[in-house]
């Protein structure tokens, strides 16, 4: 039977659905079926590790809840949720450009506090580096981020002490990232539905991505516990991931809060 949505508590909603979003609806619904799969055959060894039969019947609800919305079914592929390759490989290149900048401007802020040259430079690049800490999941937020980091590159004094260490080769990066978030983001728009479909799908997403962490995190623990790898191998995350490219975040069943160190 498929969750229903309304009795979600607002927090809880919030939550779910920044996690969702970040999923298409496709692979979380393969996903699901994978995990049930694997708990129809190692439920009483999980039970004990955090994940239980509420949880699973949760998990079967949310995944009838998207089957209930067309996900899977040819048909309905105007209905659902769809996250573009084009904007999938923005963000990414975009990740990847934001860790390269921070990484550059790291270096020039303690250089700057070497050299004792300028606290106002200073005090701008750790507000940046601050204000970046961690990685936006859209690409609205995330050109801004980028955009903050290039334009402290411009400042005077950085400019001139990044310039013989990646400085204006980040700010080529920053510009043609920023160009292709603006422009995968602005072309994602018209593959998806309708924004009451959208957050549907992304809630039911969210409420499946949580879970099936939970019980990756707990086949884990009890394949450890009782010297069982296949039980782990069973509650793999790889349908999850699998437009993603892969992710180092399903080895733990965890989340990839900023792009440079999973949070297990």
Do not use: W
Not at 79 to 94: D, F, I, N
Not at 109 to 135: F, I, N, P, W, Y
Not at 228 to 252: H, I, T, V, W
Request: charged letters at 30%.
């Amino acid at each position: 039977m498929p969750t229903n949505l309304e009795t979600i508590p607002k927090t809880r909603r919030l939550t779910l659905l920044r996690l969702g979003e970040q999923f298409g609806s496709q692979d979380t619904l393969d996903q699901a079926h994978q995990t049930l799969a694997a708990y129809e055959k190692f439920a009483p060894l999980l039970k004990t590790s955090g994940f239980g039969a509420k949880h699973a019947a949760e998990l079967g609800g949310a995944r009838d809840g998207l089957l209930h919305a067309g996900v899977g079914r040819e048909a309905a592929k105007g209905k659902k949720k769809v996250t573009g390759e084009a904007y999938v490989k923005a963000c990414s290149e975009a990740a990847t450009t934001r860790i390269h900048t921070r990484a550059v401007l790291a270096g020039v802020k303690e250089d700057l506090e070497a050299s004792g040259e300028s606290e106002e430079a200073t005090a701008t690049v750790a507000a940046a580096l601050r204000q970046t800490r961690s990685a936006a999941k859209k690409a609205e937020p995330l050109a801004q981020q980028l955009a903050l980091l290039g334009d402290t590159l411009k400042h005077p004094v950085v400019a001139a002490v990044a310039a013989d260490q990646g400085g204006p080769e980040a700010l080529v990066e920053i510009e043609a990232s920023i160009t292709a978030l603006r422009k995968a983001d602005q072309e994602d728009v018209g593959v998806r539905g309708t924004p009451v479909e959208t957050e549907t799908l992304d809630l039911l997403d969210g409420i499946i991505v949580q879970l099936v962490r939970r019980a990756r995190r707990a086949a884990i623990a009890a394949s450890k516990r009782l010297g069982n790898p296949a039980m782990a191998e069973a509650f793999k995350l790889d349908k999850l991931y699998r437009s993603k490219g892969g992710s180092s975040a399903e080895d733990e069943g965890g989340e990839d809060e900023d792009g440079e160190e999973v949070k297990g």
